[in-house]
């Protein structure tokens, strides 16, 4: 992929606004064996973007997301974070780095109270070692502090405040999707990574969903890739939305501009534009 | 939820849980006042197994730390129990150390082994770190009676160390002071647990146990992370180990085989893995449930003991810890939330 250099050079159509790119994907590909999963994608999410990321199943779109938050290696292409290559980022870096996320089907500690759980996602902003800790120094305990307001604040924002001293597991599906944003947003993300946020929940939720992103972005000033298949959603959400098809980027632009693709209607003939099944 | 983040300017951060409920601290009180006044209560006989009570104690916090609280499974923590022994019983023996500074000493000795055995099991996984240690546990008495080392250990003999004496001139005797030395060391190591354990570092080592891939997620470093649990563990276990030495004035092979760290197991079970208050309930049970299996048959204690195990953790799967909580739950609210 020799034209990853290129295509980070030229702003993508719904970057107007945001001067350099937050994140920036340069003909990345990922094989699994014979299998070409993701076949040299490029594009940008731009500071306070929220881009969505859409595709048939099988599309590729869970290979790439594993590759954002560090899970995969790519074997070419290259993702830049704030201008600097993850390649070789450990992945209990990538937090520190500025990337947060959430996962698929919830991966909450589940034996751990709501606080908790939100609680460990303070983790990297925290510098305090094992002895420091036994003996709870001052430094400790006001990090403490500071991490317990974070929390109450988040436990507020998100509606969790009666189920703070709640054990996590025990919580409906959605709470605990909320206890995972609360979980990721307390870390102070400059890119929040998404993994199908509307998955499992009811109609009403989505809807609170799609207004809680907003004003997540608006709270925490932060850029938010989603992997999604509410197209609803995403189409309602998204500045920018990354259509993939076998692994390949067939559309990259506004929803409206997404939409109207032909490739992507092609893609999507038989499948319901309006699937809210999901 | 739109309307919510008005709420937070509204409500900043109200109800902050405090760390220790008022009750707790006054239960906590109440506890420690008993715990002194036993020295004064009770015959030097009983005294010297609510010593051993302690050194229990401490010896199986070490083990929740890192298999209840961090999920790491040993089968072997006896084995730093031995190695705190021994090393204060040398220190004693050979050099003359005077015993409370062979505690610290022991302390260094025990992480380090701790660490470097966590270091390349913990990476392969978790049923390593239990073969390891288990392995570590089945080596111990035969490399304690290792001529190569006999100079040092007393081979088969072991070591006979002397009992130390009350300091300051204090009114007491032999075995009250050392059941107040040991009751003294074993609260400041519980403390520092619960310091650890209730803050930043300790709820890395939970996130870890529940969800090792959301634990990455979140910035937390799992093999640097369980290796120095695992050291911390080690050394939590060789103090009780080096206190046990002192206690009982003598350190031998065949004190330390493996089913010492089978009691350990059945002690941190018994109270509740991922607790605190649970490894003294755990240590009560080891010491003194066997006394009562010889008086309920003098024939078969062992299948007395293993009967009263099988049904407490019938009774109480989660163990004592895990009743107190539900008991906990029950009384402050009536009406269990579902889900
Ligand atoms: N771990 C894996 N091993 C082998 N093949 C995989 C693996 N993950 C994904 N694939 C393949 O890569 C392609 C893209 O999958 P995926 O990224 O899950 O797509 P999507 O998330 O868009 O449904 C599929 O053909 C899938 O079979």
Redesign the pocket.
Known sequence: MNSASTSAASPSVANEGSSAALMSVQGIVVR??G?V?VGGVSFDVGRRQICGLI?P????????FNCISGIYKYNEGDILFEGNSIRSTPRHRMAGLGIGRTFQNVALFRSMTVRDNILVGAHQLGKSGFIANALRLPFVRAEDERAEAKTDSLLDLLDLRKVAEELAGGLPFGWQKRVELARALIGEPKLLLLDEPAGGLNHGEVEELEGLLRQIREHFDLSILLVEHHMNLVMRVSDKVVA?EF?IKIADGTPDEVRNEPEVIRAYLGESDDDDSH | MNSNSTMTTVMPHAIAKPAVTPLALVGLAAGLAVAVGAAFWFSDYHLFQLTMVVVYAIAILGLSIVTGFNGQISLGHGAFYAIGAYVTAILMDKYDVPYFYTLPASAVVCAGVGFLIGLPALRLGGLYLALTTFALAVAIPQLLKHKALEDFTGGVQGIVILKPDPPFGLPINGDQWLYLFTLGVGCIMFLLAWNLLRGRIGRAMRAIRDRAVAAEAMGIDIAMLKTRTFAVSAMFTGIAGSLGAIAVQFVAPDSFTVFLSIEFFVGMVVGGAASIGGAVFGAFFIQFVPNLADQISKAAPGAVRGIILIIFLYLAPAGMAGLTRMAIRRLRRPKPTGA
């Not at chain 1, 199943?57 to 790439?64: D, E, R």
């Open positions: 699994f064996g299998v999963a595709g199943n099988g599309a590729g779109k869970t290979t790439l993939l692994g």
